[in-house]
């Protein structure tokens, strides 16, 4: 199983973009990189998924290099309510079942 | 609203106690899964069903008994825990198998808060 290695905190300002960098040197070639979000007393959420290059949707951005040892989360723009710890997964057809969260980013955003 | 609902929401007991927590899952998913999070711990898998059968189970202590009566329920049995034991417990659920990308994205309910006495 490939780990994954990502900062334990960041900070921010409402308004600017950040970008979480996560490592995972081991990947397969079957692997997706995921992340998740989650607030205090919840459960993660889905965030985005992907194999290679980049994948956008309506809450963020993930780029992933062509040797596929890292990946970023980058979120636009960001708002108070995007206080949050913020995991990185990497998950292959064949161990689906065996997800291991790491301890993940935990983002502050400021006003 | 996640489609995977949990109850209940906190649970007080003492170790002698036998209590059951319940996930029902509204997705149509075929894959169940139980996970602690402890204060300040990353997630710890404790078991996964698919298609009703449990194919994963790890190294959870005797005193946790998972149920999946069907695809859309899954029950954790508690009994004599220990004051360790407390923490927030979540159920997620899959589309099993990932066979495309996209696909195996887990759907969480938002937990039972465990306290030990």
């Known amino acids: 199983l490939a780990k994954t290695t990502q900062p334990i905190s960041m900070d921010s300002y409402e308004g600017q973009e950040v970008n979480i960098t996560c490592s995972h040197n081991?990947?397969?070639?079957?692997?997706?990189i995921t992340w998740y979000q989650q607030f205090p007393s919840q459960g993660p959420r889905f965030i985005i998924q992907g194999y290679k290059t980049k994948v956008t949707n309506e809450v963020a951005s993930l780029f992933i290099p062509a040797d596929r040892k890292s990946s970023t989360l980058s979120l636009p723009r960001v708002s108070l309510s995007d206080t949050a710890v913020y995991y990185c997964?990497?998950?292959?057809?064949?161990?689906?079942?065996?997800?291991?969260f790491g301890s993940g980013t935990r983002l502050l955003v400021r006003p | 609203e996640t489609g995977v609902t949990q109850t209940p929401r906190h649970l007080v007991m003492g170790m002698t106690n036998k209590k059951s927590l319940k996930c029902e899952q509204h997705?149509?998913?075929?894959?169940m899964y139980w996970y602690k999070q402890s204060a300040k711990k990353p997630l710890e898998l404790m078991f996964v069903y698919s298609l009703e059968e449990r194919v994963e189970n790890n190294s959870v202590p005797s005193r946790f008994s998972p149920e999946c009566p069907n695809s859309s329920h899954l029950f954790l049995h508690l009994h004599t825990l220990q004051p360790e034991d407390s923490a927030l417990y979540l159920c997620?659920?899959?589309?099993?198998?990932?066979?495309?990308?996209?696909?195996?994205?887990?759907?969480f309910g938002d937990g039972t808060r465990l306290s030990i006495l």
């Open positions: 081991n990947i397969a070639t079957n692997d997706y």
């Open positions: 997964l990497v998950s292959g057809m064949d161990s689906s079942y065996k997800l291991i």
């Open positions: 997705l149509g998913h075929n894959a």
């Open positions: 997620a659920s899959s589309q099993e198998p990932f066979r495309q990308e996209g696909s195996g994205t887990q759907h």
